[in-house]
């Protein structure tokens, strides 16, 4: 009977210890999961005086995008280099996995665009752009909120709105 009684409690300290590791793996592997998220890491060229690319960027940081600044004195350049229609030009050019980023596009819709597999001019899409400085995109939040729409663009200047904002 002693022999049972010593041989059930190893058992349960084996068990009990077991179980532990077991729980012990399954949570590091969840703690990795959270920390394995995908991490934004973006180019931002923009003039050195300019205050709503600097609001732009607080907004990126503030969605969890990590912001590489490149001042320049030739935003024009930047904008020629990555193919950015005229049309479509505002005040700063990013660049993330690739793709351009033309002015005060949303947080949320630069990680939509990122990550879907999609594009409306396949391969030949160059990125998207909210054309101009409308009032109340982030950066330009001026108390007033004007309509807008985020635009895919190719190059030679082909456009297309991929989501609209009205207010």
């Not at 890491?41 to 609001?55: D, N, P, Q």
């Not at 054309?131 to 807008?148: A, F, K």
């Amino acid at each position: 009977m002693k022999t049972q009684v010593t041989l059930g409690l190893m058992a349960l300290v084996i068990g009990t210890t077991a179980i532990g590791f077991k729980l012990q793996a399954a949570e590091s592997t969840g703690e990795r999961a959270a920390t394995a998220q995908v991490e934004r890491v973006i180019t931002v060229h923009k003039s050195a005086s300019c205050s709503c690319c600097t609001g732009w960027i607080e907004h990126l940081e503030e969605n969890g995008f990590e912001v590489t600044v490149k001042d320049t004195d030739n935003i024009n350049q930047v904008k020629i280099e990555h193919q950015v229609p005229r049309e479509l030009s505002s005040c700063h050019t990013a660049i993330i996995d690739g793709a351009v980023i033309e002015g005060h596009v949303p947080a949320t819709d630069i990680v939509a665009y990122v990550d879907s597999q999609s594009r409306p001019f396949g391969e030949r899409t160059i990125g998207i752009a909210v054309p101009g400085m409308p009032h109340g995109v982030p950066g330009m939040e001026t108390g007033r909120q004007d309509d807008y729409d985020v635009m895919a663009f190719a190059a030679g200047g082909r456009a297309e709105s991929v989501k609209r904002y009205e207010y």
